[in-house]
């Protein structure tokens, strides 16, 4: 049982909650995505002032199973890369109706238009975006079973560490 304080005119009001309300309809429909795109992992790498560098974000399937999930995650991502701050992208899972071509070109499209395509039976990607000096992606298409490539991460302009993907 959870206790809740809220403070009062002469003192404080205690809420208890014993379980989920119980709703008075025919049918309860959970969002299982947005719960999956909420626990999505990510690792941020901060200076030791504070300052964000970079983030590793690990596409999950809420990620992608709405036109809300994949448009907040594009425009988190694009957002960071408007901020200075470095990232590296994994999608494990196949393109979806939303990114016909993986996640890579969603993002890109937000801050330059380019045609991206997919090779044939390499369509998880795995993305390093650099912020400075030049906005650039370094995009490696994957296959179902091969081994992951060790992939860049930037910290500060050209300086990154190679990120061993395989090996975690």
Do not use: C
């Not at 990510?42 to 200076?47: D, F, G, L, M, P």
């Amino acid at each position: 049982m959870d206790e809740f304080e809220f403070p009062g005119g002469d003192g404080s009001v205690s809420l208890m909650a014993d379980a989920p309300p119980q709703p008075q309809t025919s049918f309860v429909i959970a969002a299982e995505t947005e719960r999956y795109a909420s626990k999505a992992n990510r690792v941020a790498i901060r200076h030791s002032l504070g300052k964000l560098l970079a983030v590793i974000k690990l596409v999950s399937p809420g990620n992608k199973g709405s036109q809300y999930a994949m448009r907040s995650f594009v425009q988190k991502t694009v957002g960071l890369r408007y901020d200075d701050v470095n990232a590296l992208i994994i999608d494990p899972f196949p393109p979806s109706d939303r990114d016909p071509q993986g996640i890579h070109p969603a993002i890109w499209d937000e801050i330059m238009e380019a045609t991206f395509v997919l090779p044939p039976l390499r369509n998880r990607t795995r993305v390093s975006y650099q912020t400075l000096p030049v906005k650039t992606a370094y995009v490696e298409p994957v296959a179902v079973g091969s081994p992951l490539p060790d992939m860049p991460l930037f910290l500060h302009g050209d300086f990154y560490v190679n990120v061993p993907l395989e090996a975690t």
